[in-house]
């Protein structure tokens, strides 16, 4: 079941290189990438809500929603940096350099948050299979880069 939802995901993976190539498209008509990010998260707001009333789930209750920690609501910033990333620099270095630096970004921060268990996360301690792989991403986007 794990190789299934590997493939799952990696296939999730690939709508970030489509979402990305679409929204950078997008900000030729808006002038900023802001603007394209923007647009992406009103639409992403939308699909959502409606997602929501499909799926008939309650409305947040927000008296829950005060009581969470600070900490826990900036991944909306996260993705709004994310996002807003992507259409600033395809432009400027290719899909594919944004994509595996992101990636490799991304495995670099969950292999310590993994090896220390923050954020209140299991431990899976960092191995040398780990570093390898991470050292060959980071070398795939030297190659990338380069060809």
């Known amino acids: 079941m794990k190789i299934f939802y590997t493939v799952i995901v990696l296939l999730i993976g690939s709508l970030l290189a489509i979402q990305g190539s679409i929204n950078t498209q997008l900000t030729t008509f808006l002038k900023h990438p802001l603007q394209g990010a923007l647009v992406n998260f009103l639409v992403g707001f939308l699909c959502l809500v409606a997602l929501?009333?499909?799926f008939r789930t309650q409305?947040?209750?927000w008296?829950?929603?005060k009581t969470a920690p600070a900490h826990l609501f900036i991944g909306g910033l996260l993705g709004a940096i994310f996002v807003s990333s992507v259409i600033f620099f395809i432009p400027k270095i290719?899909?594919?350099t944004v994509l595996a630096a992101s990636i490799a970004g991304?495995?670099?921060a969950a292999s310590v948050i993994d090896h220390f268990g923050f954020l209140g996360l299991a431990t899976h301690p960092i191995s040398v299979g780990r570093i390898a792989g991470i050292l060959l991403l980071l070398?795939?986007?030297?190659l990338i880069q380069k060809y």
Do not use: A, K, R, T
């Open 52 to 54: 929501n009333i499909i």
């Open 59 to 61: 409305i947040p209750d």
């Open 63 to 65: 008296g829950h929603v």
């Open 94 to 96: 290719g899909v594919s």
């Open 106 to 108: 991304q495995l670099i």
């Open 139 to 142: 070398g795939g986007i030297f």
